[in-house]
Every structure is written in C-alpha cells, then in structure tokens.
C-alpha cells in the first residue's frame, strides 16, 4: 500500500515538473527566437525483496523519474518586419553575442544600435562579427545585411562601405548547449562553436518567432493535468482503504 502512495508521488513530481515546462513553452510562445521544451523521463526500477516465504514472486517497482529538459532547435516561423536591423536566422546556427560571463549564442535576432554605434541584442549585448563587435559611425545610413550576415552602410559622403560581417556559428550537437535566460544558451563544456554551414542565411527585415505549437502545447497540458488528476484520486482511494484497514484492526 505504501509502495502504492510512493509510486503515485513520483509520478505526481514528473507530471508537475512537466506542467511547469509546458506553461513556461506557453508563456513564450510569442517570444523572438524561443525554443520550446519537453521533458524527458527515465523509469526507476526498485529492487525486489526476497522471502521464501512469499506465496509468488514479488515484482519490482517502477518509479519515474524526470531525467532532463531538451530543448527542440527547429527552424521557428519568419515573420517580416522589414525593420533594417531586426534579423533572423533560416537554416541552422546561433548569432555569437557578447556578454558580461563570455560569448553567449542566440537566435532572437531584434536588435538595435547603443549609443556606441555597436549592434547589439535586447539585452543590450553587442553582436559578434568576424573580428569582434559590428560599430556603425554615427552618419552611417542605407544599412543593409546581406544573406552571408556581410554589413554596410552608407556614410556621410554616400560612399558605400562594409561595416563587419556577422559571425554564424553551430554546433555538432545543439542539444549540449546551456539555456541562461533572456533568449541565451552558453556552449558548455567541451562543446566548441564552429563556422555555420553556407545554407545558414541571414534574413533582414524580419524576425524568427517561437517555434511552440499552441495547439499542441494546450493538448499536452490537457493530458497532463487529466493525468495528475487521476494519480490523486487514486492515492485518495489508496488512503481510505488504508484507513480502514487500520480501524478494522483496532477492531479485532
């Protein structure tokens, strides 16, 4: 009976760990360059007790356990803006951004100039191009991106010039990245950034949104909480009868 209780408890931690992953897609669904998440158990198998004593063969107990969080990299929807500066990625790979802990990667492509001239994210981090920071001059009009992420730009005497080149990386596996927040992952360790494929472009005047599915990400919730529900009517039978045993015992 307790194996019982303990077993529906574990079952009750995945789900609500779960809630929580499909509430957080949710929340970021109209989130710029946001990755949805799912959750990826493992199942716990309890040893079994041994008695020659037993009329059969006790069976193990399966307990579950939320083994991680992965992240799905799909490609997100593009949706046009046609802000200069607003970019986004089609194709695999990562925008290198400049941050207080080191180069971090993103694919949240609004970005906006400081008051340095320097290209930099929402959160204010420069963007990284071939040979550091991109740094428009101050007359700097006509910015165009081109499909490589080569900047220009044209200055004060309307001559055109090349402003930096946007550096794209990837990674032999995504899935090894660290999530920090606000749209960042770290490369973690021993997972080192490498020159984004040619099929990696840069699209200007538009932005990737979210890749979560609403409609799947409501049917997750659905089932979840159904689930939920039932493990806790069952612990609440489980209990009664505990209960009645107990007093049916205080009986004899």
Do not use: C
Not at 219 to 246: G, P
């Amino acid at each position: 009976m307790e194996n019982a209780l303990l077993v529906g408890l574990s079952r009750q931690v995945a789900l609500r760990r779960e809630l929580d992953v499909i509430a957080n897609n949710i929340a970021n669904i109209n989130t710029t360059g946001f990755k949805s998440e799912s959750m990826m158990f493992e199942q716990f198998l309890d040893p079994t007790a041994r008695h020659e004593m037993f009329p059969v063969n006790d069976r193990r107990i399966n307990f579950v356990l939320d083994r991680a969080t992965l992240q799905d990299f799909s490609q997100g929807p593009l949706q046009r803006t046609e802000a200069p500066l607003d970019l986004a990625i089609n194709g695999p790979g990562f925008f290198a951004v400049q941050t207080a802990n080191g180069e971090r990667y993103t694919r949240g492509g609004n970005f906006h100039l400081n008051t340095q001239g320097q290209l930099v994210n929402a959160s204010g981090n420069p963007v990284l191009g071939a040979s550091g920071p991109i740094v428009f001059e101050p007359t700097d009009t006509g910015i165009t991106i081109a499909a490589d992420g080569t900047v220009s730009a044209t200055n004060a005497l309307g001559q055109v010039g090349e402003r930096g080149k946007i550096r794209l990386v990837n990674f032999d596996n995504p899935a090894r990245l660290v999530q920090e927040g606000h749209g960042l992952w770290g490369a973690g360790a021993n997972n080192t950034p490498l020159v984004a494929d040619v099929s990696t472009r840069v699209v200007q005047g538009a932005l990737e949104k979210s890749n979560v599915v609403a409609v799947r990400e409501m049917n997750r919730m659905i089932e979840v909480t159904r689930a939920y529900s039932t493990i806790t009517a069952m612990q609440q039978r489980t209990d009664e009868l505990r209960r009645k045993a107990i007093e049916k015992l205080a009986e004899a």
